[in-house]
């Protein structure tokens, strides 16, 4: 899997996006250590804050699934199908990441490929 197909996959993922309160598209796909596959976007609430963002909606769904051990993810987010800038994991996104990835796990975006080391240096952990 290059990180071009995985990036293609995370753009068909940001279309079923439910988005309609911030009119921000996020597609992820997430590359499995098996190979598996496992796409996500961002599902909003009117109730703002139960919104999930796309990145966590493939992690959960792979957990869910009996998937635990991650390579990768490809992550595009735009309006209107438009995905030039780089889009980056929030905050939350990296925690849930790191709960599941080591240091090296990758993350590609559309500017080029991140360790979760260069995003999170240092990990909150029990
Ligand atoms: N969003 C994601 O899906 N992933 C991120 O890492 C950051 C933000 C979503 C949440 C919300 O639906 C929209 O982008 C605007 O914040």
Redesign the pocket.
Known sequence: MTDKELLRLAREAAAN???K??G???G?ALLAADGRVFT?????NSSYSL???????AIFKAVSEGCTKFRAIA?V?GIDGVFSEP????G??LQVMSEFCGDDFMIILTDGRYRLKDFLPKRFAL
């Open positions: 996006a439910y988005s309160y911030s921000f598209s996020v992820a996500g976007c961002n599902i909003e919104t999930i963002c796309a990145e966590r909606t992550i987010g889009c980056c994991p929030c939350a996104c």
